[in-house]
């Protein structure tokens, strides 16, 4: 298994299963094996392993991940292992998780972990939890300004609090979320040009630019990134461009709205 690994508006931790070498992830670098959690805007990230390997991905909500992580900025742009973030609780979560007798039960176990730990740290204001939501709901098609009046705050306030809290700037993540509303769109066969202008970017110049910076590839070979299409709640089921990933089997799930996804590499 080799696979780079897309940027998405999400702290994503992969539980690692596997009872052989596992997964290993790198970025910048950096090396991690087993469980991790990724940051928003971990890089050139890739995943790649040897055999057969089970993981269970589980997207976060930045304003979430904060209350089961702590503060987010100390996670932005980074690969960390579980083990760092919750230390012998990694490994009992690991535990609990393996000896699960199928994938719903995993689901329900995953429920409970993280469901106990919530409340484990501060909050994020909120006016950011508020930020965060609604930059997602306009698809990132917002300004900095307009939020700050919206909460009441000073546009340099936003600006600090969301930062820290969250672990990127209010303009990185509207420009995270429409990258992310644009990928979509191209997963699905849509052509450059309307995703463009759907997404709101000024021109199909501008679309090649940012998904080159977040995804340092060009739109086409985006849309046909075996990170996409092996993701079918995420993502589309298929896509026109044949994206594919025959080493990577997905698990039957619960209900296709799960925020917790089993992958058998």
Known sequence: MDIAMVAYPSVTLLVDLSEGQGVVYETRGRHERGSVVVGLLPGDLRATGRGVGQLLQIRLDPVAAAALFGAS?????TVVALKEVWGHDAGRAEDRLRAAASW???????????????????????????AWRRTLTIGGRVR??????EVGWSRKRLWSRFRSQLGITPKRAARLVRFD???HLLAAGHAAARVAG?????????LHREVA???????????AAPWLAVDDVAWPTS?????????????????????ARGRRC
């Open 73 to 77: 900025a100390e996670l932005s742009g």
């Open 104 to 130: 719903d039960e995993r689901f329900t176990i995953a429920v409970d972990i993280l469901g106990r730990r919530l409340g484990a740290h501060p909050p994020v204001d909120p006016q950011i939890a508020y």
């Open 144 to 149: 900095v300004d307009g939020l700050a009046d």
């Open 181 to 183: 509303h644009a990928a």
């Open 198 to 206: 759907e997404s709101g970017y000024v021109d199909q110049s501008h």
């Open 213 to 223: 910076t977040f995804a340092g590839l060009t739109p086409t070979a985006l849309a």
């Open 239 to 259: 896509s026109p461009a044949g994206a594919s990933t025959p080493s990577c089997e997905r698990p039957p799930r619960p209900r296709r709205d799960t925020s």
